[in-house]
T-cell receptor, first 113, second 114 residues
Framework: GENVEQHPSTLSVQEGDSAVIKCTYS??????FPWYKQELGKGPQLIID?????GEKKDQRIAVTLNKTAKHFSLHITETQPEDSAVYFC????????????FGSGTKLNVKP | DARVTQTPRDKVTEMGQEVTMRCQPI?????VFWYRQTMKQGLELLAY????????DSGMPKDRFSAEMPDATLATLKIQPSEPRDSAVYFC????????????FGQGTRLTVV
């Protein structure tokens, strides 16, 4: 089955700096990679996603890159703000396994004012 | 504003009691996922339904957990009997099968078994 690994588990940055979270996946057939943000006491919310036919996608301060050959994808947040503080999860959708979502272990991002 | 609705938000129960968690998926979505979130294990997939049929429940302890979709607007997750190790936040998510579409999560049910 699919296996998604995520690093780092915690990340602390100064407001205004950039933050990068990295994920790797194992199943080359996986073709959809969403990123979720989870705030305290809430469910994960999609913030950006990328499909396997695209190498990069950007939405304002957040961007995601995908390297299919190396089977890794990354989330980039620029000009971080305190409200970006949350837990971020990457996921891969496994085509070979009923299109199930497999999640990384999460990264707790702390943006210091 | 379409959203996945989960009830109850919080549940405290004694060990051995039956617990039922409910989920109303977004209207029109044909896939439903149940996830359990703990600090130790992260987000674990317990069950997955498509068009109300269970596709995969391999992540669910079969002896005490059961998941059903009585109709397209309701998914349930039951634990009987509950144990302290079941304490976690349980999330329901819904989406559309086929293609590359996201899963929309509910707010979760925080279960505490004492």
């Amino acid at each position: 089955g699919e296996n998604v690994e995520q690093h780092p588990s915690t990340l602390s940055v100064q407001e205004g700096d950039s933050a990068v979270i990295k994920c790797t996946y194992s199943d080359s057939a996986s073709n959809y990679f969403p990123w979720y943000k989870q705030e305290l006491g809430k469910g994960p919310q999609l913030i950006i996603d990328i499909r396997s036919n695209v190498g990069e996608k950007k939405d304002q301060r957040i961007a995601v890159t995908l390297n299919k050959t190396a089977k890794h994808f990354s989330l980039h947040i620029t000009e971080t703000q305190p409200e970006d503080s949350a837990v971020y999860f990457c996921a891969a959708r496994a085509v070979r396994n009923f299109n199930k979502f497999y999640f990384g272990s999460g990264t707790k991002l702390n943006v210091k004012p | 504003d379409a959203r996945v609705t989960q009830t109850p938000r919080d549940k405290v129960t004694e060990m051995g009691q039956e617990v039922t968690m409910r989920c109303q998926p977004i209207l029109g979505h044909n896939t439903v996922f149940w996830y359990r979130q703990t600090m130790k294990q992260g987000l674990e997939l317990l069950a997955y339904f498509r068009n109300r049929a269970p596709l995969d429940d391999s992540g669910m302890p079969k002896d005490r957990f059961s998941a059903e979709m009585p109709d397209a607007t309701l998914a349930t997750l039951k634990i009987q009997p509950s144990e302290p190790r079941d304490s976690a936040v349980y999330f329901c998510a819904s989406g559309m099968s086929g293609g590359n579409t996201e899963a929309f999560f509910g707010q979760g049910t925080r279960l505490t078994v004492v």
